[in-house]
Structures are given as C-alpha cells and as structure tokens.
C-alpha cells in the first residue's frame, strides 16, 4: 500500500520518504511503539516502495514487486519472529537469517528482514547480530519492530536508527475500523478504548460492549431525581477500575454527542442500533441541558484520567444527571 494509506504518522513517512529519494536510507531501523500502532505497515511499505520498480520513493501497488509484497510472498522478504512453541527468537534463526540475507536476491535490488517482536531475541542471538546490523550482507535492509526500545541490548539500540511511533488516535483508529469493514457504531464504540492499537481496537469483545452497553443505558434511564437511590446504586454498579471507567465514561460521551444530534435536528447518529433510548435521552432534558450535560461528562472524563476517585467522579455525574432531567 502507497505511503498515503498509513494514517497518523505523517512525520515518520515524510522522513521515510524522504531517504529514499535521496538514496540515503538507513541499514538497520528500530521501529518502536505499542504493538497495533502502525509499525509493521510502515515496515512493508518502506520495503515495498524500495522495491517497487515505477516509483521511487512509494508503492505504486501495482508493479509485479508491489503486487507480491502485499500478497506477503515476496522471495526477498523474510520475516523473522519466534517459532510456534518457543518464547524467543533463537540464534540458529538469526544465522539462518544472515546466511539467506547474504545470497543474492531473486529480483529485488536487495533482501529486507522485519524482526519481530525484536525483544524476544535471546542474549546469544541479539549479540549474534551487532555485525549484520551495522553492515547488512548484500546491502539488506533490516527492521526491527519493539513494544519497548529500552528492552533491547544497548549494542543493537545504537547500530539502528530509533524511529518512535506513538500511539494512533481514537479518530484514526474509527477509519482504520470503517476501512476495515466494521458497523460505525461498533467502531465509534471501539475506538475510544484501543488505547491507540487497531490490534486491541480489533480484539474487543464486541458482544460483551453490546451488554455493557444495554447495562449502562437501562441505568440512565432509570436515574430520576425523585428516587435518589438509583443514582448512587448507578453508579456503584458501574463504577470499576480507572480503565473501566474511562471505558463507561467514553460510551456515555457517545450516547450524549448523539442526544446533542438528535436535539439539533440531525437524524445521523452512531448508536443506530439503540436509537430509542437515545431517543429518549434527547427528550429526558433541554438541548442545552444535554449539551452542558456533555461537558459534564467531558470534564469527569478529565478528572479521572487525573486519577479522581472513580465512585466520587461517577456520583457527582450522576446527581447531575438526575438532576437536570424532566
Ligand atoms: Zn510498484
């Protein structure tokens, strides 16, 4: 895929792109951040546009070369991780490895190696490599992916360059998940609660979020000043960990913003399939009531990211939340 498909790491592509424009590309790359957050993509791509035989400083995706790095059978790439059954990557493997990258290629201007996770490299492997980081055989390219660049030996750090991937967006990682064929309303719940990764973004339960969700919508509705004792068994009930409630925090945001849709007049909302009780969230109080109830749940969103006392933070929202209904 060209370079233009990877979102949320503009600075990176730009320093990527512009290496290979000037034929200055490094042996050896470190690519580190939290797994799911793009560095695998940008690893095949830098590979893909070095191959690509119409463009020079992209994928065209459509050569030959490109074709076979997207469909993961290109002869010269070798992807290099642990076995099935062991925990780490072994240094037969990475002889293996520097043996194969020193044959010449089958048709690409030169071999690539992605290591991955490169912190399961054994002591004795990890050392094995220090001479091929610093002069690939046959002029290789070699990537080195890592969750955390401070567990890799000191002597492998300083013979790659260091290229940092932060985490993606929630609004990055919604287009990931629409691209990716996800209902939107799965996805805007999804989001919030990846942490950045489309690989946890994709592992969220979706079943139990569908649960969680009618749990916490049933609570909302029931909340009414009258009865005081709903609000604070709400938020006993909901109220958890500080995770847990970012994660109840977010999909109440979700329901709100689409009460604020609705109340202004526009029909698209993401909760689609729970359209009544968003409904009835839109009616249960003033339009600028449910848009101050918005910043409300903004500003407790805040509070307990600074680390706020969870049930507290809930039971102040709640009240005001009875509070401010009909
Ligand atoms: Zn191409």
Known sequence: MPFADIL???RIVDVLQRSLRSGKTAHSYLFEGVPGSGRKKTA???IQALFCSTQPDDACGICGSCRKVEGGNHPDIHLIAPLPDKRDISIEQLREMQHVLSLRPYEAPRKACIID???RMSVSAANSL?????????NALIILLTENAGMLLPTV???CQLIPFAPLSPEHILTLLERNGMAPETAALVAPMS???MQRAMELDNESLTLRRQAVLTSIGKMTIHQIATVFDASEQLSGNRDATLELLDMLLSFFRDAVHLGAGSGDIVNRSVRPAIESIAANRSFPGNLEL???IYETRRAVQRNANT???LDNLFMTMAVSGR
């Open 157 to 159: 750090r300083s013979r």
């Open 8 to 10: 949320g790491h503009a």
């Open 294 to 296: 918005l910043e409300r």
């Open 130 to 138: 220090l001479k091929t980081l610093e002069e690939p055989p046959g």
């Open 311 to 313: 049930k507290l933070a």
């Open 117 to 119: 996770p490169a912190e």
């Open 195 to 197: 942490g950045g990764s």
């Open 44 to 46: 095949l791509t830098l």
